[in-house]
Every structure is written in C-alpha cells, then in structure tokens.
C-alpha cells in the first residue's frame, strides 16, 4: 500500500532553516505527483508546494515562493522541501502528498485548491520561535 513518511520537522528560531523529507514506499515514485501542506490546529490545511513526476514544473503557494523549494529524487524515492528564511507564521503541522495524476493540469489545479490529493503522510511538526 501507499506509504509516506515525514521527517526532519523540529524547532527552529524565525529566520532559520530546515528541510523536510518524505520517503515514499507501495507505489511507483516517479508516476505521481508530490506535495507538502501544512495545517495549525483549528485552521483548514494549506497548500505549500507541488511538484510533478519529472521534478521540471513546481508550483508554490504566495506565502512559501521565494523562500521554500520542493524537490524529489526518483531514485531514492524521496520528495523534499527546503524551508530558509522561516517565520512564526510557518509552525504548522507539514504533510507530504501524493497522487498518480501527475500532469500539469491537475497539479495546477491542486495549487490554486480545485482538486485534492489521494495519499496522505501523518505529518512532521515545525515550530519557529520569534
């Protein structure tokens, strides 16, 4: 089955950096597309980025552009977000996603919020202190 495993969250001061990475396993990596969001506790989840099976076309939210990067390495099976320039406003819960429509329309359609993804990580927590 899918599987997709979050690291690397932790407790970082605003201006800092951290990288995320999710290992994904069950499925064939470099058929889907992948993304991270984030969500805080009473708030609806919120999308950061996507990226689609190739890695060549990345999509970021307002919010993370200039400051967070999305990447993937198909060989490892593994998807990454490089957070620099952190700010309180970034602690959330971070989620990796997954999903085999993997194309430039539907990826594009999940960073403007129109369509969801299908496969969920548990999260990794990342708290930046002001």
């Known amino acids: 089955q899918v599987q997709l495993v979050e690291s690397g969250g932790g407790l970082v001061q605003a201006g800092g950096s951290l990288r995320l990475s999710c290992e994904a396993s069950?499925?064939?990596?470099?058929?889907?597309?992948m993304g991270w969001f984030r969500q805080v506790p009473g708030r609806e989840r919120e999308f950061v980025a996507i990226?689609?099976?190739?890695?060549?076309?990345?999509y970021y939210s307002d919010s993370v552009t200039g400051r967070f990067t999305i990447s993937r390495d198909n060989v490892r099976n593994t998807v990454g977000l490089q957070m620099n320039s952190l700010r309180a406003e970034d602690s959330a819960v971070y989620y990796c996603?997954?999903?085999?429509?993997?194309?430039?329309?539907?990826?594009?359609?999940?960073?403007?919020?129109?369509?969801?993804?299908?496969?969920w990580g548990k999260g990794t927590l990342v708290t930046v202190s002001s």
């Open positions: 996603a997954g999903d085999p429509r993997s194309g430039g329309p539907f990826i594009r359609a999940v960073a403007r919020g129109s369509q969801n993804m299908g496969y």
């Open positions: 990226i689609n099976w190739s890695g060549d076309t990345t």
């Open positions: 069950g499925f064939i990596f470099d058929n889907y597309a």
